[in-house]
Antibody, heavy 117, light 112 residues
Framework: QVHLVESGGGMVQPGGSLRLSCAASGFTFNTYAMHWVRQAPGKGLEWVAFTRYDGSNKYYADSVKGRFTISRDNSKNTLYLQMNSLRAEDTAVYYC??????????WGQGTLVTVSS | DVVMTQSPLSLPVTLGQPASISCRSSQSLVHGDGNTYLNWFQQRPGQSPRRLIYKVSNRDSGVPDRFSGSGSGTDFTLKISRVEAEDVGVYYCMQGIHWPWTFGQGTKVEIK
Protein backbone atom coordinates (compact mmCIF):
# COMPACT_ATOMS: atom_id res chain seq x y z
CA GLN A 1 0.00 0.00 0.00
CA VAL A 2 1.03 3.62 -0.50
CA HIS A 3 3.17 5.02 2.30
CA LEU A 4 4.47 8.58 2.59
CA VAL A 5 6.72 9.51 5.49
CA GLU A 6 7.83 13.09 6.02
CA SER A 7 10.85 14.08 8.07
CA GLY A 8 13.14 17.03 8.64
CA GLY A 9 10.81 19.30 10.58
CA GLY A 10 11.87 21.16 13.69
CA MET A 11 12.40 24.57 15.18
CA VAL A 12 14.32 27.19 13.26
CA GLN A 13 14.92 30.91 13.71
CA PRO A 14 13.41 33.48 11.35
CA GLY A 15 15.59 33.80 8.28
CA GLY A 16 16.86 30.25 8.67
CA SER A 17 16.61 27.24 6.38
CA LEU A 18 15.28 23.71 6.62
CA ARG A 19 14.98 20.81 4.21
CA LEU A 20 12.03 18.47 4.45
CA SER A 21 12.03 14.96 3.01
CA CYS A 22 9.21 12.63 2.08
CA ALA A 23 10.04 8.95 1.63
CA ALA A 24 7.59 7.20 -0.67
CA SER A 25 6.79 3.52 -1.02
CA GLY A 26 4.05 1.25 -2.30
CA PHE A 27 3.77 2.81 -5.75
CA THR A 28 5.97 3.60 -8.75
CA PHE A 29 7.28 6.93 -7.48
CA ASN A 30 8.94 8.01 -10.73
CA THR A 31 5.64 7.97 -12.61
CA TYR A 32 3.67 10.28 -10.31
CA ALA A 33 3.70 14.01 -9.68
CA MET A 34 3.95 15.03 -6.04
CA HIS A 35 2.87 17.95 -3.87
CA TRP A 36 3.53 19.68 -0.57
CA VAL A 37 0.59 21.04 1.42
CA ARG A 38 0.81 22.80 4.78
CA GLN A 39 -1.45 23.55 7.70
CA ALA A 40 -0.71 26.30 10.21
CA PRO A 41 -1.70 25.48 13.81
CA GLY A 42 -5.48 25.50 14.13
CA LYS A 43 -5.90 26.67 10.53
CA GLY A 44 -6.95 25.22 7.20
CA LEU A 45 -5.02 23.54 4.40
CA GLU A 46 -2.77 25.50 2.04
CA TRP A 47 -1.30 24.01 -1.11
CA VAL A 48 2.43 24.85 -1.32
CA ALA A 49 4.23 23.24 -4.25
CA PHE A 50 4.05 20.72 -7.10
CA THR A 51 6.56 18.79 -9.13
CA ARG A 52 5.95 16.65 -12.18
CA TYR A 53 6.99 12.99 -12.11
CA ASP A 54 10.34 13.84 -13.71
CA GLY A 55 10.89 17.17 -11.99
CA SER A 56 10.58 19.04 -15.28
CA ASN A 57 7.70 21.25 -14.24
CA LYS A 58 7.17 22.93 -10.88
CA TYR A 59 4.58 25.27 -9.42
CA TYR A 60 4.55 27.21 -6.16
CA ALA A 61 2.13 29.17 -4.03
CA ASP A 62 2.85 32.89 -4.17
CA SER A 63 3.48 32.86 -0.42
CA VAL A 64 6.59 30.67 -0.86
CA LYS A 65 7.75 31.50 -4.38
CA GLY A 66 11.44 32.43 -4.46
CA ARG A 67 12.04 31.02 -0.98
CA PHE A 68 11.02 27.34 -1.26
CA THR A 69 12.23 24.79 -3.80
CA ILE A 70 10.57 21.46 -4.45
CA SER A 71 12.70 18.65 -5.85
CA ARG A 72 12.80 14.89 -6.06
CA ASP A 73 15.28 12.05 -6.33
CA ASN A 74 13.55 9.25 -8.19
CA SER A 75 16.46 6.90 -7.53
CA LYS A 76 15.71 7.23 -3.81
CA ASN A 77 11.90 7.49 -4.05
CA THR A 78 12.15 10.73 -2.11
CA LEU A 79 10.54 14.15 -2.41
CA TYR A 80 12.13 17.25 -0.90
CA LEU A 81 11.19 20.77 0.09
CA GLN A 82 14.07 23.18 0.61
CA MET A 83 12.81 26.11 2.68
CA ASN A 84 14.93 29.26 2.90
CA SER A 85 14.35 32.70 4.44
CA LEU A 86 11.81 31.19 6.80
CA ARG A 87 9.24 33.43 8.44
CA ALA A 88 7.00 33.03 11.46
CA GLU A 89 4.04 32.58 9.11
CA ASP A 90 5.69 29.46 7.64
CA THR A 91 5.06 27.68 10.94
CA ALA A 92 2.89 24.70 10.03
CA VAL A 93 2.60 20.97 9.64
CA TYR A 94 3.91 20.12 6.19
CA TYR A 95 2.36 17.19 4.35
CA CYS A 96 3.57 15.53 1.19
CA UNK A 97 0.81 14.18 -1.01
CA UNK A 98 0.66 11.99 -4.10
CA UNK A 99 -0.85 13.48 -7.22
CA UNK A 100 -3.85 11.74 -8.77
CA UNK A 101 -4.74 13.67 -11.90
CA UNK A 102 -5.97 17.00 -10.54
CA UNK A 103 -6.33 15.54 -7.05
CA UNK A 104 -4.38 14.30 -4.04
CA UNK A 105 -5.10 10.69 -3.21
CA UNK A 106 -2.59 9.86 -0.48
CA TRP A 107 -1.09 12.01 2.27
CA GLY A 108 1.72 11.51 4.72
CA GLN A 109 1.42 12.02 8.45
CA GLY A 110 3.10 15.43 8.28
CA THR A 111 6.13 17.05 9.88
CA LEU A 112 5.96 20.16 12.05
CA VAL A 113 8.04 23.22 11.22
CA THR A 114 8.21 25.96 13.83
CA VAL A 115 9.81 29.28 12.97
CA SER A 116 10.53 31.22 16.12
CA SER A 117 13.29 33.13 17.83
CA ASP B 1 -6.35 32.69 -7.54
CA VAL B 2 -9.55 30.67 -7.47
CA VAL B 3 -11.37 31.29 -4.22
CA MET B 4 -13.22 28.33 -2.72
CA THR B 5 -15.98 29.35 -0.32
CA GLN B 6 -17.51 26.79 2.01
CA SER B 7 -20.63 27.11 4.11
CA PRO B 8 -21.39 26.66 6.85
CA LEU B 9 -18.03 26.82 8.62
CA SER B 10 -19.47 25.05 11.66
CA LEU B 11 -22.08 22.31 11.46
CA PRO B 12 -23.50 20.76 14.66
CA VAL B 13 -25.45 17.64 13.73
CA THR B 14 -27.51 15.10 15.64
CA LEU B 15 -26.36 11.51 15.25
CA GLY B 16 -28.33 9.77 12.52
CA GLN B 17 -29.40 13.03 10.91
CA PRO B 18 -28.25 14.30 7.50
CA ALA B 19 -25.63 16.98 6.94
CA SER B 20 -24.82 19.10 3.92
CA ILE B 21 -21.82 21.28 3.12
CA SER B 22 -21.71 23.77 0.27
CA CYS B 23 -18.61 24.75 -1.71
CA ARG B 24 -18.57 27.50 -4.31
CA SER B 25 -15.67 28.37 -6.58
CA SER B 26 -14.92 31.80 -8.04
CA GLN B 27 -14.21 30.24 -11.44
CA SER B 28 -15.53 27.24 -13.31
CA LEU B 29 -13.84 23.97 -12.43
CA VAL B 30 -14.67 22.37 -15.78
CA HIS B 31 -11.50 21.27 -17.52
CA GLY B 32 -10.99 21.22 -21.25
CA ASP B 33 -11.13 17.43 -21.08
CA GLY B 34 -14.74 17.68 -19.94
CA ASN B 35 -14.09 16.64 -16.34
CA THR B 36 -14.80 18.82 -13.31
CA TYR B 37 -11.98 18.63 -10.80
CA LEU B 38 -13.55 19.24 -7.44
CA ASN B 39 -12.40 17.16 -4.48
CA TRP B 40 -13.57 16.66 -0.91
CA PHE B 41 -11.30 15.77 2.00
CA GLN B 42 -12.01 14.75 5.57
CA GLN B 43 -9.62 15.54 8.41
CA ARG B 44 -10.44 13.81 11.66
CA PRO B 45 -9.01 15.29 14.85
CA GLY B 46 -5.27 14.68 15.07
CA GLN B 47 -5.10 12.97 11.68
CA SER B 48 -3.89 13.78 8.18
CA PRO B 49 -6.45 14.69 5.55
CA ARG B 50 -8.07 11.82 3.69
CA ARG B 51 -9.69 12.10 0.28
CA LEU B 52 -13.38 11.19 0.21
CA ILE B 53 -14.57 12.35 -3.19
CA TYR B 54 -12.89 13.26 -6.48
CA LYS B 55 -14.26 14.66 -9.73
CA VAL B 56 -17.34 15.97 -7.89
CA SER B 57 -19.05 12.68 -7.12
CA ASN B 58 -16.62 9.74 -7.21
CA ARG B 59 -16.20 8.12 -3.82
CA ASP B 60 -12.80 6.75 -2.83
CA SER B 61 -12.42 3.09 -1.98
CA GLY B 62 -13.46 2.43 1.60
CA VAL B 63 -15.54 5.60 1.91
CA PRO B 64 -19.02 4.76 3.27
CA ASP B 65 -21.86 5.27 0.83
CA ARG B 66 -23.53 7.70 3.23
CA PHE B 67 -21.11 10.26 1.76
CA SER B 68 -22.08 11.70 -1.61
CA GLY B 69 -20.91 14.60 -3.75
CA SER B 70 -22.80 16.56 -6.33
CA GLY B 71 -22.74 19.80 -8.26
CA SER B 72 -21.41 21.35 -11.43
CA GLY B 73 -19.54 24.35 -12.74
CA THR B 74 -18.95 26.47 -9.64
CA ASP B 75 -21.45 25.09 -7.14
CA PHE B 76 -20.87 21.85 -5.24
CA THR B 77 -22.24 19.95 -2.26
CA LEU B 78 -21.05 17.20 0.06
CA LYS B 79 -23.83 15.30 1.80
CA ILE B 80 -23.74 12.84 4.66
CA SER B 81 -27.02 10.94 4.68
CA ARG B 82 -26.86 9.88 8.35
CA VAL B 83 -24.08 11.30 10.48
CA GLU B 84 -22.13 8.85 12.62
CA ALA B 85 -19.74 9.61 15.48
CA GLU B 86 -16.71 8.79 13.30
CA ASP B 87 -17.68 11.58 10.87
CA VAL B 88 -16.61 14.28 13.34
CA GLY B 89 -13.87 16.41 11.86
CA VAL B 90 -13.20 19.16 9.35
CA TYR B 91 -14.20 18.83 5.69
CA TYR B 92 -12.44 20.68 2.90
CA CYS B 93 -13.23 21.14 -0.75
CA MET B 94 -10.31 21.65 -3.14
CA GLN B 95 -10.02 22.58 -6.79
CA GLY B 96 -7.30 20.91 -8.87
CA ILE B 97 -7.63 22.67 -12.19
CA HIS B 98 -6.23 26.19 -11.77
CA TRP B 99 -2.75 26.94 -10.40
CA PRO B 100 -2.34 27.44 -7.49
CA TRP B 101 -4.66 24.72 -6.28
CA THR B 102 -6.86 26.08 -3.53
CA PHE B 103 -8.87 24.74 -0.61
CA GLY B 104 -12.03 25.96 1.02
CA GLN B 105 -11.77 27.29 4.58
CA GLY B 106 -13.03 24.02 6.03
CA THR B 107 -16.31 23.04 7.67
CA LYS B 108 -16.17 21.65 11.18
CA VAL B 109 -18.71 18.88 11.74
CA GLU B 110 -19.50 18.11 15.36
CA ILE B 111 -22.15 16.15 17.19
CA LYS B 112 -24.82 18.13 19.01
Amino acid sequence: QVHLVESGGGMVQPGGSLRLSCAASGFTFNTYAMHWVRQAPGKGLEWVAFTRYDGSNKYYADSVKGRFTISRDNSKNTLYLQMNSLRAEDTAVYYCAKDASHSLDYWGQGTLVTVSS
Amino acid sequence: DVVMTQSPLSLPVTLGQPASISCRSSQSLVHGDGNTYLNWFQQRPGQSPRRLIYKVSNRDSGVPDRFSGSGSGTDFTLKISRVEAEDVGVYYCMQGIHWPWTFGQGTKVEIK
